[in-house]
Structure formats: structure tokens, C-alpha cells
């Protein structure tokens, strides 16, 4: 299996909702990211885990909260978002330092 | 922080023609990604360059690495439409980040 799965595809919430973002990858990487992308902009970094451990943390506001249960699997949740948050939301692994990402298909994400 | 500058924005070229876009750091890479992201798809992972001066092949597309490593270089031959999309570099800074460049949009006309 050389895929990282994100669910849902896509996902339209109200500003007092609470959702979550999944992915999931078996390649055995050990380093795990979460990713928000603005249409027609780079990919900006939010969150890395590394052997499940959150390591950084690139000053997101805290109405985004990650988790990582296992070395397989990653969360994002959402609460209390804006609409400027709307965005694709990519999930990404690497094996560790220096090696190239796979990346998810993406949560297109509208807040409303 | 670490920057990451890429030029052009966008270029259009005939198919056939070829096409550079060009990646500036403003410190030190440990090593230096790119990118390929389809409209309306996810960024795909095309290589990893490391050394100072590494020049590698795939198919019609070269990358370089730069002598400092702090800019690199994507070249294609020969474009045909399938390569249109938004190349990124990405340059890792050995600190377990990357910091990708604005990307490259690339529109192919036939």
C-alpha cells in the first residue's frame, strides 16, 4: 500500500459545528503532517508528528486540534472555524527527516 | 524564517516548447523537493536532490541543485499537454519541515 487516505473528500460545516478530518497510511512512515492549502497557493504547514508525538506546531489556532492514536493514523479536529478557514486540508507522511512526502487526496473543506 | 521564491508564476508555452522554473532559498537546504499538482488534485512527489551540484534525469525533465544549495532548477523538453499543472519546490531544512515555494502554474497549449 503505498497511499495516504483522507476522509471525507469533502465536508461543508457551520461555523459552531464540530467535525473531524481522518487519515490513514500502512507504508510504515513515521512522520505524519497536516497540511491547509488556499486555492492557488502553496501547501502551508500546520502540524508534524513524529514517531506519534506532535512536533511541531506552526501557530495554529487552537479551533484546530490534532491527534495521532497511532503510528497509522491521523486526526484534525475542527471546531469553531471561520470561513477564511476554508480550504483543501492535506495530510501527508514521510518516512522521517529528508525524505519525500505522500500526499492524501485532500479534505476540501467550506465553513459556512 | 525559511523563504522559498519561485519563478515564474505562471507560463504559458506552446506543446513542444520547452519550460524552466527556477526555486531561491534564503538559507542553506539539507535538501531540496519538487512537487507536481494537477488542477484540482494533490501535490505528487517527483524527486529529492541532496548534494551540492546534483543534476538528475527523469524521462523529458532535469533538476539541479545548486553549488551553495539554496537554489535549484526544473527543466522540461519537448512539453506536452499531461504535464500541465502548478510545480513546486520544497526545500528541507533538516529540521523535519518543508517550506514549499509559490509553485510554477504551467499551461500547455496544443
Known amino acids: 500500500d503505498t497511499e495516504v487516505t483522507q476522509t471525507p473528500k469533502h465536508l461543508v460545516m457551520g461555523m459552531t459545528n464540530k467535525k473531524s478530518l481522518k487519515c490513514e497510511q500502512h507504508m510504515g512512515h513515521r512522520a505524519m503532517y497536516w497540511y491547509k492549502q488556499k486555492a492557488k497557493k502553496p501547501p502551508e504547514l500546520m502540524f508534524v508528528y513524529s514517531y506519534e508525538k506532535l512536533s511541531i506546531n506552526e501557530s495554529v489556532p487552537s479551533r484546530f486540534s490534532p491527534e495521532c492514536p497511532n503510528s497509522s493514523l491521523l486526526n484534525l479536529h475542527l471546531h469553531a472555524l471561520q470561513p477564511e478557514d476554508s480550504a483543501l486540508y492535506l495530510c501527508a507522511s514521510s518516512q522521517g527527516v529528508g525524505g519525500g512526502y505522500t500526499f492524501g487526496s485532500g479534505t476540501r473543506l467550506t465553513v459556512v | 524564517g525559511q523563504q522559498v521564491m519561485q519563478i515564474p508564476q505562471y507560463q504559458h508555452v506552446q506543446e513542444g516548447e520547452d519550460f524552466t522554473t527556477y526555486c531561491n532559498s534564503s538559507t542553506t537546504l539539507s535538501n531540496i523537493q519538487w512537487y507536481k499538482q494537477r488542477p484540482g488534485g494533490h501535490p505528487v512527489f517527483l524527486i529529492q536532490l541532496v548534494k551540492s551540484g546534483e543534476v538528475k534525469k527523469q524521462k523529458r525533465l532535469t533538476f539541479q541543485f545548486g553549488e551553495a544549495k539554496k537554489n535549484s532548477s526544473l527543466h522540461i523538453t519537448a512539453t506536452q499537454t499531461t504535464d500541465v499543472g502548478t510545480y513546486f519546490c520544497?526545500?528541507?531544512?533538516?529540521?523535519?519541515?518543508?517550506?514549499f515555494g509559490g509553485g510554477t502554474r504551467l499551461m500547455v497549449k496544443p
Open positions: 520544497a526545500g528541507d531544512n533538516a529540521g523535519n519541515m518543508l517550506t
